[in-house]
Antibody, heavy 121, light 104 residues
């Protein structure tokens, strides 16, 4: 059974940093692309960042480009999101999400329960 | 960015009734459309992908249809465990999501 468990959320001051982690189990982690998706209070879901199975290629939403870094440790079945220069608008629940390539596109198929990041002074 | 719009925001139905949820894309996404269910305290669950393909283990009362810009999720006979938030998502051009329909 696929299991994704996020950790590392919490309260941080504007301009601060935080590292989110996701522990993956129940599938062959190295075979899958992974992504982070967030939902701010009262807002819709927003894709944040994406990483290929080997970690060679990454991409970011414009709203976090230059401030966030996605990485993975395939030996430990772990996904990370390093967040710097945090802003109030980064306050959100952050979800670790698995991506499965299919003939009809890159499908998001499994989600974690999310971890809350609050940026406030 | 492809904007996904869902309607209605809230759908009030009784157990055993049919529920029809709509999702509209601002651009053609072909059939690169998925539906998810989310309950409080739980991870979102994939229901439908490719606009009409049921995820493994999904009861047959759930069905998806549509292509291009107009999509529908139908729950033929609502069960108590189906009361939840449902959101659509396009994966034709990265990923964008609808705001969700709450079935109550």
């Amino acid at each position: 059974q696929v299991h994704l468990v996020e950790s590392g959320g919490g309260l941080v001051k504007p301009g601060g940093s935080l590292k989110l982690s996701c522990a993956a189990s129940g599938f062959n982690f190295i075979d899958y692309y992974m992504t982070w998706i967030r939902q701010a209070p009262g807002k819709g879901l927003e894709w944040v960042s994406y990483i290929t199975s080997s970690g060679t290629y990454t991409n970011y939403a414009d709203s976090v480009k230059g401030r966030f870094t996605i990485s993975r440790d395939n030996a430990k079945n772990a996904l990370h999101l390093h967040m710097n220069s945090l802003r109030a608008e980064d306050t959100a629940v952050y979800y670790c999400v698995r991506v499965t390539p299919t003939p009809s596109g890159s499908l998001i198929d499994y989600w974690g329960q999310g971890t809350l990041v609050t940026v406030s002074s | 960015e492809i904007v996904m719009t869902q309607s209605p925001a809230t759908l009030s139905v009784s157990p055993g009734e049919r529920a029809t949820l709509s999702c509209r894309a601002s651009q053609n996404v072909s059939t690169y459309l998925a539906w998810y269910q989310r309950k409080p305290g739980q991870a979102p669950r994939l229901l439908i992908y490719g606009a009409s393909t049921r995820a493994t283990g999904l009861p047959a009362r759930f069905s998806g249809s549509g292509s291009g810009t107009e999509f529908t999720l139908t729950i033929s006979s609502l069960q108590s465990e189906d009361f939840a938030l449902y959101f659509c998502q396009q994966y034709n051009n990265w990923w964008t999501f609808g705001q969700g329909t709450k079935v109550e």
